[in-house]
């Protein structure tokens, strides 16, 4: 008997009782016998690699590694699915991440919207969706635009209508800098305040228990990014400074590699 552990002698009962009575453990320890020492070294590193990812989905790493994806990188697809193995799956995504059913899709408007025979032109017109959520108390504005799928996020000292312009500038003119015109902004009706001061771009606006489903989508992903992190670290307590910057590097992520495999 180990310490803080019971042990029980089967070698005098039926093995194949016990297999339909018991559920036998795989320890770290044992799984790590099946291997050799510089297989498990390896293995290491790609459980590091993960962790420095934001815990990124096993089947989303498995597909930046074999696409090259992270430049100089010597950890291979065996390596993942060697740690698998070893320390089965990851916890913090199995904690961060849920299935979610996204709601039908607002369609565009299409006496504004054009569809040019050009995929450059087609891009260039964005249209941003934009939406408020709350991490820990801590209001953050949150965009995607639609084709370009790119995300922003922001930290508002408040919901007023001079601090939701100012971020939503910011936003308009990281677009602007890069050659993209935003003509269309899909919102919820705390948004509404602003439809004079965007003008000459257009406000769209949701009714009441409704939802930009690109937006609720995104926002979703997020938290699952923000969780998975939370989980894997070892505090209780996450200060503002701290969870601020784990937003914006989850966000910073997801941007790099996208939503799927």
Known sequence: RAPGLYAYDASHDNLHTLRHAFQFLNTVSGNK???QERDIRKADCAVLLNRRLNHMASSKFISAVQHNWIHDNPVTVGDIRRSHAIYGPPIPPIKGRTRYQAPPRIPDATDVIQIPSDIQDA???VTLCADFHYVNGLPVLHTISRSINYRTVAFPKNKTT???MRELKRVIQLYHNRG????EIHADLEFESCRNSLHPIRLVTVGKDEHVPEIERSVQTSKHENRSVCH????KCIPLVM??????MGNTLLNAFGNYA
């Open 33 to 35: 016998s099946f291997f």
């Open 123 to 125: 891009l260039r017109q």
């Open 162 to 164: 001079s601090s939701i």
């Open 180 to 183: 993209f015109e935003v003509i």
């Open 232 to 235: 894997a670290m070892p505090y």
């Open 243 to 248: 969870l601020r910057e784990l937003i914006r």
